[in-house]
């Protein structure tokens, strides 16, 4: 079965840097297109950023954007995430998820259970 | 950005009701339309694609409509496992934006 689990959230001091890791089995993850998705504490869901299957398109929410990097290793079945520069407002449960084969252009069938990150001095 | 706005924010039904969320975008996107479900310290399951789809596995009490800007989820007959929030998300162009969420409470 589908299996998607995140790694790599904690607490940390504001303007640091995190890693978050989501390691996929159960699927040929190579062929899958992988978002993240983040939700603050008692809000909603908020869209973050997508790879490609191949990595060869990426794209970010405008609130992300040039201080998260998005990226894959797909000989590990693992997604990352390299969060720089955090804020407050980055605090959040962070999942990760599954797009559909060969793209990052659809809906997202398959969801983590999440990692929580605090930004916090 | 495309605004996704949800209608009601919250509400209380009771087992066996009807029910209907609503979604509107602020521009068109087609019927890519996705509908989630998330209960409390959970993901989000997917319930509804392409506007109208339902997902393998979930119940045929659950129903999308709509195209365009104004969508719908609609479930026939309230189970107690269908208390939950539930989320619009359109998937016509990047960003990918969400609606702020339904919660759905028992009266």
């Known amino acids: 079965q589908v299996q998607l689990v995140e790694s790599g959230g904690g607490v940390v001091q504001p303007g640091r840097s995190l890693r978050l890791s989501c390691a996929a089995s159960?699927?040929?993850?190579?062929?899958?297109?992988m978002h993240w998705v983040r939700q603050a504490p008692g809000k909603g869901l908020e869209w973050v950023a997508v790879i490609w299957y191949d990595g060869s398109k990426k794209y970010y929410a405008d609130s992300v954007k040039d201080r998260f990097t998005i990226s894959r290793d797909n000989s590990q079945n693992t997604l990352y995430l390299q969060m720089n520069s955090l804020r407050a407002e980055d605090t959040a449960v962070y999942y990760c998820?599954?797009?559909?084969?060969?793209?990052?252009?659809?809906?997202?069938?398959?969801w983590g259970q999440g990692t929580l990150v605090t930004v916090s001095s | 950005a495309i605004w996704m706005t949800q209608s009601p924010s919250s509400f209380s039904a009771s087992t066996g009701d009807r029910v209907t969320i609503t979604c509107r975008a602020s521009q068109g996107i087609s019927s890519y339309l996705a509908w989630y479900q998330q209960k409390p310290g959970k993901a989000p399951k997917l319930l509804i694609y392409a506007a109208s789809t339902l997902q393998s596995g979930v119940p045929s009490r659950f129903s999308g409509s709509g195209s365009g800007t104004d969508f719908n989820l609609t479930i026939s007959c309230l189970q107690s496992e269908d208390f939950a929030t539930y989320y619009c998300q359109q998937y016509y162009t990047y960003p990918r934006t969400f609606g702020q969420g339904t919660k759905v409470e028992i009266k």
């Open positions: 998820a599954r797009d559909t084969p060969y793209s990052g252009n659809y809906y997202l069938d398959y």
């Open positions: 159960g699927f040929t993850f190579r062929s899958y297109g």
